[in-house]
């Protein structure tokens, strides 16, 4: 994927690695969810996201949450704010290589709906 390969990108092979890609409307949207408790040792919740843009998968990432939450409401609401960064990153990246976002959102799709209305 294009976020492990431009760990310190230098612009011309993101560009290219970026062509395949290239359209006149870039729709991104992500998927995002958490495993409330999932480690029954720690008691620590599990972040998953991905994110897509023109059907190809940009960034994924899946990992333990750092901190112990309470309720999956709380879990959720974590694994939201760590997407949402790392669409803040994408979209600041893809500028740089000079792709034109057309100030479209990114569309975030999660399975709680408490987490969605707040």
Known sequence: TISRSCIAPQKKECQETCRYLKEDQWKRWAFVGAS??????????CTGYVVFVNRAHIVWYSKEQNTIEASSFRAEFTAMKSCIEAIVHLRFKLRIFGIPLNDQPTH????????VKN
């Open 108 to 115: 975030v799709f999660c399975d709680n709906e408490s987490v």
């Open 36 to 45: 409330h408790a999932a480690n029954k040792k720690t008691r620590r919740s």
